[in-house]
């Protein structure tokens, strides 16, 4: 495997972390109310994890 597959692999599976992370704080939310009352900072907290796995 080539330099640039080795990379590709690394920043795939980062974005997968985001992408993945951005779902267990929706998780957290729905089954043990972390975010309760406080749907703007889950919002902008899901958004940047979301947007920084698009990004990766």
Request: aromatic content about 16%.
């Amino acid at each position: 495997m080539g330099k640039k597959q080795t990379y590709l692999k690394y920043l795939a599976t980062a974005s997968g972390l985001f992408f993945l992370s951005s779902l267990l704080v929706k998780y957290f939310d729905f089954k043990k109310g972390v975010f309760e009352g406080n749907t703007t900072a889950l919002l902008i907290t899901e958004i940047i994890l979301f947007l920084i796995g698009c990004l990766l």
